[in-house]
C-alpha cells in the first residue's frame, strides 16, 4: 500500500507532480525533487493520484505503475486465456501456485487499474508466461500495447537477478 510523503518543511501537505521530477506541498508550497527524497533499497516512489508516495517493494519484487488505464485489462487478457487453455489442457502453468498466483493477480489487474502494482518474482514469471500463451494463440492481440508489453518484461527480467549484480 503506497504512504504519501509529507511534507519535509510544514510537515502537513502532501507533495503533488507539479512538472517532470518537481513536486510541490500542497500547504505550504515547498518544492522538491525525487533526488531529494531518499528511499531504502526495497522502497520505491510513485505517484498516485497526483500525490508523490513511497511504495515497499520487498527483495525481488517489482512496481509495475500503468499508464493509461487500458493496461490492466490487456494483462488480464492473457492471463485469463492462458488460465482457460490451462483448464482445457493443462501445461501453461506447471505447478499449483502458479496457477493460484495467475488467479490472485487476474482478481489484482480487476480490482485496480490504476496502480502501481507490486509484483513478487512469481506473479512476474506467471504474467509473462500467459503473454507468451496469448502471443502463440492470438498474435494480433497480443501485440496491441508493446512499450507496455516490454515494461513488464524488463521487470520479470530484473526480478531474477541476483541482489549483487
Same mark, same amino acid.
Given at each position: 500500500?503506497?504512504?504519501?510523503?509529507?511534507?519535509?518543511?510544514?510537515?502537513?501537505?502532501?507533495?503533488?507532480?507539479?512538472?517532470?521530477?518537481?513536486?510541490?506541498?500542497?500547504?505550504?508550497?515547498?518544492?522538491?525533487?525525487?533526488?531529494?527524497?531518499?528511499?531504502?533499497?526495497?522502497?520505491?516512489?510513485?505517484?498516485?493520484?497526483?500525490?508523490?508516495?513511497?511504495?515497499?517493494?520487498?527483495?525481488?519484487?517489482?512496481?509495475?505503475?500503468?499508464?493509461?488505464?487500458?493496461?490492466?485489462?490487456?494483462?488480464?487478457?492473457?492471463?485469463?486465456?492462458?488460465?482457460?487453455?490451462?483448464?482445457?489442457?493443462?501445461?501453461?502453468?506447471? #505447478?499449483?501456485?502458479? =496457477?493460484?498466483? !495467475?488467479?490472485?493477480?487476474?482478481?489484482?489487474?480487476?480490482?485496480? %487499474? +490504476?496502480?502501481?502494482? &507490486?509484483?513478487?518474482?512469481?506473479?512476474?514469471?506467471?504474467?509473462? #508466461?500467459?503473454?507468451? =500463451?496469448?502471443? !502463440?494463440?492470438?498474435?494480433?492481440?497480443?501485440?496491441?500495447?508493446? %512499450? +507496455?508489453?516490454?515494461? &513488464?518484461?524488463?521487470?520479470?527480467?530484473?526480478?531474477?537477478?541476483?541482489?549483487?549484480?
Amino acid at each position: 500500500m503506497p504512504v504519501p510523503i509529507l511534507c519535509d518543511w510544514c510537515r502537513e501537505g502532501r507533495y503533488q507532480v507539479r512538472a517532470a521530477d518537481t513536486y510541490v506541498c500542497q500547504v505550504c508550497g515547498n518544492q522538491t525533487t525525487r533526488a531529494a527524497l531518499p528511499v531504502g533499497d526495497d522502497e520505491r516512489l510513485v505517484t498516485v493520484a497526483g500525490i508523490l508516495q513511497i511504495l515497499d517493494a520487498p527483495d525481488g519484487h517489482q512496481v509495475i505503475t500503468p499508464d493509461r488505464r487500458c493496461y490492466a485489462p490487456h494483462l488480464g487478457a492473457s492471463l485469463a486465456l492462458a488460465l482457460r487453455l490451462h483448464q482445457a489442457r493443462p501445461g501453461a502453468f506447471s #505447478r499449483p501456485e502458479e =496457477v493460484e498466483a !495467475a488467479e490472485d493477480l487476474l482478481a489484482l489487474l480487476d480490482a485496480d %487499474e +490504476f496502480g502501481p502494482w &507490486v509484483l513478487s518474482p512469481l506473479h512476474l514469471d506467471v504474467l509473462v #508466461r500467459a503473454m507468451d =500463451v496469448r502471443s !502463440a494463440a492470438l498474435p494480433s492481440t497480443a501485440q496491441q500495447h508493446p %512499450e +507496455f508489453d516490454a515494461k &513488464v518484461r524488463k521487470a520479470h527480467a530484473d526480478s531474477r537477478r541476483l541482489p549483487d549484480q
